[in-house]
């Protein structure tokens, strides 16, 4: 660990391209030390190997040497498999559990990509590192979180086969867990909002952008701030969950007309909260959506989404804040790019600031 430590700290403070050198030398002096680690029966479950792998691969994420995301993912794959290996209840305090926490996140968010549950979604893993600790608001938004990526598949999924009764009654039955867990994360947000007087705020802006115009005007003038930086990553996150989610309602509905479930009266919501959960007419599942802001949020997440990202490039938080925002900017783009409307102007402003991420200390940006 102590080579991987010494290869990030390196790269960190080399601002003048002087100390590269030797950040990779650390950096691969830290991959032989690890191999050796991992050789050994008794290191190979170490903590210290674990965060060594993990310290590797962010490494990769913020340098990138080889310009690909390949080195990246075999890390994060690397500590995934080493993850397994030791079990939940290995993960309950100290590094060990710290790293582990790392490593949440980072399989949310390859989830979207890969469109799988991921094991981590498991009661073993949501509840066995806790067992002697409560869970943070934080850790709670990102167990609804780890939800997400299996609903996308089922949302594929259900998209995807020919509209007969049985096919429209599961993409039904996935709605209806969209909406049981749209509504968790809105209570969620009902608690997490009084933890502090004012969770966010807007400022005018100080960036610029090549997308603002004399006609058309800043495409973002307001940029938000936040009572502290550990705020400002939670709501950033949150409004990508939120983004997700009323994306995918908005898509999975839009494809289930009513002219086609007319022969589907109810079916069990087996996902919904237990006092939802008596059988469901298909008009009560349009009545939702059709009377709420679903159409809208997906849109308006992902504006706020872009809204944040200056906050994350302020001098102190170095390279760290940039490698917090791409993926919520990759997110917004993904969803923005799949909508009927024209969003060229916001894609072009997306793109613009992943080519500020890379300079700001996220080189795998440049080969997203």
């Given at each position: ?157 259900a998209t995807s086969l020919q509209p007969r009764q049985s096919s429209l009654t599961t993409g039904l039955k996935t709605l209806s867990a969209l909406l049981a867990l749209n509504s ?135 390279g760290i804040g940039a490698g917090v925002v791409l993926s919520p900017i990759l997110v917004v783009k993904a969803c923005l790019s799949r909508s009927a409307r024209d969003f060229s ?24």
């Amino acid at each position: 660990m102590e080579y991987a430590i010494l290869a990030l700290s390196t790269a960190a403070f080399d601002e003048d391209g002087a100390l590269g050198g030797q950040s990779l030398k650390l950096y691969t002096r830290g991959l032989y030390e690890l191999q050796k680690a991992i050789d050994d029966p008794k290191m190979r479950l170490d903590d210290q190997t674990l965060a060594a792998c993990v310290l590797l691969g962010m490494f990769e994420f913020s340098e990138c040497p080889g310009r690909t995301v390949s080195a990246y993912m075999r890390h994060y794959q690397g500590a995934m498999a080493l993850l397994q290996l030791r079990g939940p209840k290995q993960h309950i305090g100290g590094l060990a559990h710290d790293v582990f926490q790392v490593l949440r996140m980072h399989t949310a968010f390859q989830g979207l990509g890969q469109g799988l549950a991921s094991q981590l979604a498991k009661s073993a893993w949501m509840e066995g590192p806790w067992i002697s600790k409560s869970k943070t608001m934080h850790d709670l938004l990102v167990d609804i979180f780890l939800q997400v990526p299996g609903l996308l598949s089922e949302v594929r999924a259900a998209t995807s086969l020919q509209p007969r009764q049985s096919s429209l009654t599961t993409g039904l039955k996935t709605l209806s867990a969209l909406l049981a867990l749209n509504s968790q994360l809105n209570e969620w947000f009902e608690s997490y909002q009084y933890t502090y007087p004012t969770i966010y705020w807007p400022q005018l802006s100080a960036a610029s952008s090549s997308t603002d115009s004399e006609e058309l005007g800043r495409l973002y003038p307001v940029s938000f701030h936040f009572p502290s930086y550990y705020v400002a990553e939670t709501m950033i996150l949150y409004w990508t969950v939120q983004t997700l989610i009323h994306a995918s309602i908005c898509s999975l509905s839009s494809r289930l007309p009513s002219s086609e479930t007319k022969g589907i009266t109810t079916f069990e919501g087996d996902n919904l909260p237990a006092k939802d959960n008596d059988d469901m007419s298909l008009a009560d599942i349009q009545h939702i959506v059709e009377t709420s802001d679903f159409m809208l949020w997906p849109e308006t997440s992902a504006r706020y989404i872009c809204q944040s990202v200056e906050y994350f490039f302020q001098q102190e938080f170095r390279g760290i804040g940039a490698g917090v925002v791409l993926s919520p900017i990759l997110v917004v783009k993904a969803c923005l790019s799949r909508s009927a409307r024209d969003f060229s102007r916001e894609i072009a402003w997306i793109d613009e600031t992943i080519g500020r991420i890379q300079y700001n200390g996220a080189g795998l940006a440049a080969c997203v």
